[in-house]
């Protein structure tokens, strides 16, 4: 009598002589099936493959508990953990069936998708193109009772792609919060981009709740809204989204913030010392677009109610942009050119703006002409707008502005470097100042550019700093300018584009001026040594590990009231290793000689686990802060965090914070923070708040 053992290796070869006749009857490639166990059942026509069974056909495996092939229909019906892979492309079931010539699936409680979007259903059918859910859900990064999900009661999804879906519901997962009309997502896009939620307490607001989300509601296209809710204030809400698309052709990405509040709190002043408004809003908009190679559109619109909104409910926001502006420029550029529509515009009433309504310009960059010479052209007109603010006027005119330059450099010596330079300025101001309808100023300009470079090598190794070889470049330039006529009309030039506070050194040419409407007379020279000394590096060639400059001008025939020597300017750089950095800027007056300003920082990190940054800032007369912040990693859950702020002048700590970082599994990130406050400022003494971000997917 046959072992059984016998039986199987029977059953194997005449289940492969079966499959190998159809083959050839049919001139069609059949699977190869294994598995530990075989049966064939001849009243079905199915070869039935259990424990570890496999079912390999060009292109695709099929493993399951078990595998029962029907060589009629040519299709394998699978059971207990199939899982289905085709290229990199895997589903995953309690059961189902694939025919192996349409490629056609049917499944039960299949799960289907890529990091960091996953879909499950209860059934399934289509092709790995294109497969039909229902009772669908959409979940993120892992599968748990936190993680953002999305249910469906039918649910399309296309090469990676949910193409559309109906009866939605949006909540965590197995718990739907409300409905969407209809959704659609790539699965190599961000789902929610935008989702926080805060709670706490702050003394002007009170006890707080703020939440922002964004959901997709069309190809590229989000919406949500931003709500808080302060019990010494009110609820604050408005609409918020986002906007992307890529395409051959260029790019597109935007978004929008906004809120509204009947304020009921103590609303107090604004920069003016006007009373603040009970009705309060903002609207926040910004927008990057690219056409091709050449083109692109930037803008940004920034309306507020009043100069404190911001800083009173969103904090962050303020702490970036203290006076918000609004501009919108379409700009085409080529290798030397560009030509710009440009238009600033000042919704707000509470700071000053120099309006653009709009400017058109044309630049042509630094270009060879004839006989080693390079030529400069810049032209403009605009219509200039300025509100009346405090004691100054309302000011408007169109101006019409264009600058000519040549320049030749002459190197004699690979060390040496000189460069005459000329150029002349013309500006047409319509209603002008001094009871002239309008004003034409000619300028012109000569002056040099000169530098020389000398450099030595060092034979130095430090296996500790990573350093093979010192290399010292010293380059000291010279530069003079001389345009005694640039303050000519100034009694007619509506002061538009005026001089702003600065303490740093401005562009030495009057090509270079953005100030065009308060230009003073040159006849200025400016010395600088620069100095760097740099190592070889392996990725790079080079790096720098220290940069020294020293800059000052020296005005020949300087205005009254004016020293001939202007402050020294000195900014160092040091990066001796990637876990160290220091910078700073120092500003010192050499009649007295004392020192003016000095702004420092170093770094010092482990990229892993912690970072350590020192701050200061020291302006003469006006303050003098330093600045510490620590963060340090705990575990892979855990980060701690704190800010010390500390004003010298006034033996006064203005902010402390600690905070803790928590991360939620792979979907949550959640910020624990405490904060005290000093000094007069109409930020509360004490803040206590929990933030909840999702991790962007």
């Known amino acids: 009598m046959p072992s059984v053992r016998a039986v199987h290796r029977l059953l194997l070869l005449g289940t492969t002589l079966f499959l190998g006749a159809a083959a050839a009857f049919g001139q069609a490639a059949q699977p190869d099936l294994t598995g530990r166990d075989f049966t064939f059942d001849a009243t079905t026509q199915e070869a039935v493959f259990t424990g570890d069974a496999r079912l390999t056909y060009p292109g695709v495996v099929l493993t399951a508990d078990e595998i029962r092939f029907n060589t009629g229909t040519r299709t394998a019906t699978a059971r207990g953990h199939l899982v289905l892979t085709a290229n990199s492309r895997r589903l995953v079931a309690d059961e189902g069936t694939y025919n192996t010539t349409t490629g056609q699936i049917s499944a039960r409680n299949l799960r289907v998708g890529q990091f960091p979007v996953y879909v499950t259903g209860e059934t399934v059918e289509g092709t790995f193109d294109a497969l039909v859910f229902t009772n669908a859900t959409v979940f993120f990064r892992e599968d748990a009772a936190y993680t953002p999900a999305i249910t469906a009661s039918r649910l399309t999804y296309t090469k990676d792609r949910i193409v559309s879906a109906d009866g939605l519901g949006v909540g965590l997962r197995g718990r739907q919060i409300f409905s969407l009309p209809r959704f659609e997502h790539s699965l190599d896009t961000d789902f929610l981009s935008y989702v926080t939620a805060q709670v706490g307490y702050r003394g002007r607001l009170g006890v707080f709740a703020e939440l922002g989300f964004d959901l997709p509601v069309a190809e590229g296209v989000k919406l949500g809204a931003d709500v808080g809710l302060y019990s010494a204030r009110g609820v604050m809400i408005g609409p918020a989204g986002s906007y992307r698309h890529n395409d051959a052709d260029g790019t597109l990405r935007g978004f929008f913030r906004s809120g509204y509040i009947n304020d009921s709190g103590a ?120 509100d009346a603010f405090g004691t100054d006027p309302a000011l408007r005119t169109s101006r019409l502005d264009a600058y000519y330059g040549l320049a030749r450099p002459i190197a004699p010596t690979p060390w040496f470097t000189f460069t005459p330079v000329a150029g002349a300025r013309v500006t047409h101001y319509t209603d002008a100042l001094g009871a002239r309808r309008d004003y034409t100023r000619s300028l012109g300009e000569v002056g040099f550019d000169s530098r020389l470079l000398a450099s030595r090598t060092f034979d130095y190794d430090n296996a500790i700093w990573e350093i093979n070889g010192l290399r010292h470049l010293v380059e000291p330039r010279l530069s003079y300018r001389y345009a005694p006529e640039a303050a000519r009309g100034r009694a007619y030039i509506p002061p538009i584009d005026r001089r702003a506070f600065s303490t740093y050194l401005q562009p030495l040419s009057i090509a270079d001026s953005r100030f065009i409407d308060d230009l003073s007379a040159l006849n200025t020279a400016r010395l600088s040594l620069g100095n760097v000394l740099q190592t070889r590096d392996a990725a790079y060639g080079s790096r720098n590990l220290a940069a020294l400059t020293f800059a000052a001008d020296y005005a020949l025939d300087p205005a009254p009231g004016v020293r001939s020597l202007s402050d020294v300017h000195t900014e160092l750089a040091l990066t001796p290793a990637p876990w160290l950095r220091f910078e700073a800027y120092h500003r010192l007056n050499p009649h007295q000689p004392s020192t003016q300003e000095l702004n420092t920082g170093i770094v010092l990190m482990d990229q892993e686990w912690w970072s350590l940054r020192l701050s200061t800032h020291f302006l003469k007369s006006n303050y003098e802060e330093y600045l510490v912040t620590y963060r340090r990693r705990l575990n892979e859950t855990f980060d701690v965090e704190a800010l010390w702020r500390y004003d010298a002048r006034n033996s006064r700590l203005n902010e402390q914070s600690y905070g803790v970082w928590h991360r939620i599994g792979q979907t949550w990130a959640a910020k624990y923070e405490v904060s005290f406050y000093d000094g007069p400022r109409r930020e509360s003494s004490f803040s206590l708040s929990v933030e909840v971000e999702l991790l962007k997917f």
């Open 267 to 386: 609303r107090r002043t604004d920069v003016l010392g006007r009373p603040v408004p009970r009705d309060r809003e903002f609207l926040t908009w910004e927008h990057r677009q690219t056409v091709g190679e050449h083109f692109t559109l930037d803008g940004t619109f920034n309306y507020w109610s009043d100069s404190e909104v911001l800083r009173d409910f969103r904090g962050k926001e303020f702490r970036r942009i203290q006076e918000p502006d609004s501009f919108l420029e379409a700009a085409y550029t080529t290798d030397n050119t560009s030509l710009s529509l440009f238009g600033r515009f000042h919704p707000n009433r509470y700071h000053r703006v120099q309006e653009r309504l709009p400017e058109f310009r044309f630049d042509l960059l630094p270009s060879p002409a004839a006989l080693g010479v390079i030529q400069r052209l810049n032209a403009s007109a605009a219509v200039l707008e300025s």
